[in-house]
């Protein structure tokens, strides 16, 4: 147990164990090595991939659970700026969904 694999056990309760940017539902896997399962829970850092929105998630979580589908998805494209809405149009991503949880997480 490292702290990532703590922290992962958190926002997996936090999400519902739901991606942040798709429906999926996760799977938590204790070794994350090699090619994971498109449904393997990864933390994603919301503020370091994307300068312009570096600042805005201060005193607010800046970690997220994302499926390895969409940390694949995201990690390939981050050397060109993405707007996060953008990604979350392409993956299905749902605001109402997150405000949802949200709620019930706070
Ligand atoms: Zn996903």
């Given at each position: 147990m490292n702290k990532n694999h703590y922290k992962r056990c958190n926002r997996f309760r936090q999400q519902r164990g739901v991606c942040y940017f798709c429906p999926r539902r996760m799977r938590l896997l204790s070794g994350l090595r090699g090619r994971l399962p498109d449904d393997a829970a990864t933390l994603y850092h919301?503020?370091?991939?994307?300068d312009e929105d570096r600042g805005q998630y201060v005193g607010q979580r800046r970690t997220v659970l994302a499926c390895a589908a969409c940390a694949r998805e995201v990690s390939a494209e981050r050397q060109d700026i993405i707007p996060i809405e953008e990604l979350h149009r392409r993956s299905g991503f749902d605001p109402g969904r997150r405000a949802a949880w949200e709620a019930r997480a706070s």
């Open positions: 919301l503020d370091t991939r994307y």
